[in-house]
């Protein structure tokens, strides 16, 4: 089971690659349905609420070039991910607590109120960055060729989402032991 979990996740992570590959070969049409049967199947294998949404804009991406037969929905995609989690980790700064929030008392409950401004000040940088991450799929999906949006949002945004994480553990270290000489 988790094996089949962790194999749907990756291929949803190489979308945009199978996507480029995919209208290489067939028409948008073909390559909406082989995605809508992926996100179907993901949807099935996870029970967690959290992929409605994204499972909505996938269907409603589909629906979209089943109508018009264009493949330029099927590359707004990523710039759509952005949006939504823009969405979910805005709505928490508005509605504590935060989505970071959330996660950081799952290793700490009793957060303190230090962790708790923090994890506020992390989730508005994490808004900041799915405003700019998603500006640039939107920008590369309508202005740059296939080759340049697979890349981007197949690779190089991974990279740029690793060294968020990777940043943002680096400086919670710091805060934390900050934390504990105060």
């Not at 409605?52 to 109508?67: W, Y």
């Not at 607590?97 to 992390?122: C, F, M, N």
């Not at 405003?131 to 949002?153: E, K, Q």
Request: aromatic share 12%.
């Amino acid at each position: 089971m988790a094996w089949r979990n962790w194999s749907l996740g990756a291929l949803t992570l190489c979308y945009p690659v199978a996507v480029y590959v995919g209208l290489q070969y067939w028409p948008p049409r073909m390559v909406a349905m082989l995605l809508v049967a992926l996100m179907l199947l993901r949807l099935a294998a996870v029970r967690h609420a959290g992929w409605r949404p994204l499972a909505l804009v996938a269907g409603a991406i589909a629906l979209a070039v089943l109508a018009s037969g264009e493949a330029m929905p099927l590359k707004l995609y990523p710039a759509l991910v952005n949006v939504v989690l823009l969405a979910v980790f805005g709505w928490s700064l508005l509605r504590p607590p935060t989505v970071v929030e959330r996660l950081a008392r799952l290793r700490e409950p009793d957060l303190p109120p230090t962790g708790v401004a923090y994890t506020r000040k992390v989730t508005a940088a994490w808004c900041l960055f799915f405003c700019c991450n998603g500006s640039i799929a939107l920008a590369t999906a309508w202005f740059a060729s296939d080759r340049v949006w697979a890349l981007y949002n197949g690779a190089i945004a991974y990279v740029l989402i690793g060294a968020m994480f990777a940043g943002e553990w680096l400086v919670r270290r710091q805060v934390m032991a900050r934390s504990r000489h105060d």
